[in-house]
DNA sequence: CGTAGCATTGATTCTCTTCAAGAGGTGTGG
DNA sequence: CCACACCTCTTGAAGAGAATCAATGCTACG
């Protein structure tokens, strides 16, 4: 562990991801402000419930390190998994505004996750232009996201969807500056089933049959891409 | 024609939507610094474009009246429906803060718009921070749309998808202070199937069977709902 | 009044879901 | 270190539901 992560108070410019919660552009203040306004985060264990449906609405969060998916309770029972959340990625933002949270934030291996209290968030975005440009921006790149998903749920078999969420993943990673061929699902096939409107014994087939055709390697939650053009063709995904 | 309206410039305290378009607690002064940022509206015919996919992303439009649809065009030539608009909804919220245009908007009927630049949108808000948190809210709803549209579109079979629909539609005609259970639908069958991931012929006979058990009646485009807690029940989509 | 687009209805095919069993992996306790 | 139990993932067979293809009926508009 990092002599330097281990005794100083957290400060976003020691965090090697600030340039995926903030605008690269930010500056050293801004920086500052914001830093001075995140809590001290906390390593969460493996099922770690961070917000639940229900509470009261005043933070949203950053993953720093782990990762972690938000779900709702189906009035029948079941789950529905809005989304999974990677180191660099704001989460939460569907609550921003609203009197309680709508899903339930739960962390699917050890992670540690960035407070960022909304009401202090809103205040500083208004001096800090740029903070509010920002807000505005990973809102809408969020909403943008929930439509490439409907694009998957609504776009028919079970092949391009699974294929389509292995790209989606893939560009994350890249995004993240990690290689966008080798892939690690840190959730279970229920959940990525549930994410994708499908039952986890055709994720399970869908991501064979993938195999089976030289695009990936399935070996687990282990997953490598060997023909990224091809995955693409399937996931017929890249009308953004 | 409203001779009020014929005559004067276009002011949001003279839109009886001005209160679903903006907070009700909104001063009368905020309503006239944004009134003075929107242009006079056009009445726009069917099937016009109000803006395309790669647009340059400048502006977000409030409906006025009448409806509209965006969409985006797939790579394999089909065309996802991401949301339908009625009057007092923001349309182009996943563009704010973004270069281009994700999706294209068409009006489904004649339909006046407001347009909102957005440059015009940031600055202000930043001085109203009734305007910004007003911004936030509006995005974060969206969000929370979007996370109902997929547990429709996850949700299994073709009748829960439309009767959860036809709730959701409901819900927004009472909003806007009208009867919620006549409803008309301005668009075709083929767009409804579209957004819910159905084919245009599942739409038809889903709607057939809700009207078989005697939980609506349909007539064309007009639908009556007859027995809205049995359209709940089969929706179970009341988790919000 | 006629035409063109849109909506409904029917028959068939195909995919996914469901139910069920077995395999692989992991963690715990002996 | 091994054995066992638990959980997750995989694989198989049967059934249900929607997509597709195709034809008819309706509506609106010129």
Redesign the pocket.
């Given at each position: 562990m990092s002599h330097a992560a281990a005794s100083h108070a957290l400060h976003c410019l020691d965090c090697g991801l600030h340039k995926l919660c903030f605008p690269p552009t930010f500056s050293n203040e801004a920086l500052d402000s914001v830093a001075a306004i995140i809590g001290q985060p906390p390593v969460l264990p493996r099922q770690h419930v961070i917000y639940r449906s229900g509470d009261n609405a005043d933070t949203i969060y950053a993953v720093r390190s782990g990762s972690a998916k938000t779900s709702m309770l189906l009035p029948d029972g079941r789950e529905l998994v809005t989304g999974f959340y990677l180191p660099g990625e704001v989460m939460g933002l569907e609550n921003l505004g609203q009197e309680h949270c709508l899903s339930t934030a739960t962390t699917l291996e050890p992670t540690t996750v960035c407070a960022l209290p909304m009401a202090e968030v809103s205040q500083l975005s208004r001096q800090l232009p740029e903070l509010q440009g920002h807000l505005f921006q990973i809102m809408s790149t969020e909403i943008r996201a929930d439509y490439q998903r409907m694009h998957l749920l609504a776009g028919?078999?079970?092949?391009?969807?699974v294929a389509g969420f292995l790209v989606g993943l893939s560009a994350r990673q890249t995004r993240r500056r990690l290689a966008g061929d080798n892939l690690r699902?840190p959730?279970?096939?229920?959940?990525?089933?549930s994410h994708l409107?499908?039952?986890?014994?055709?994720?399970?087939?869908?991501?064979?049959r993938l195999?089976d055709v030289g695009l990936i390697t399935?070996?687990?939650?282990q997953i490598r891409i060997l023909d990224a053009g091809g995955l693409q063709a399937i996931a017929a995904a890249q009308c953004a």
């Open positions: 028919t078999d079970a092949d391009t969807r699902l959730m279970a096939r229920a959940d990525l089933g409107g499908l039952a986890l014994e055709t994720v399970s087939r869908a991501l064979g195999a399935v070996s687990g939650k």
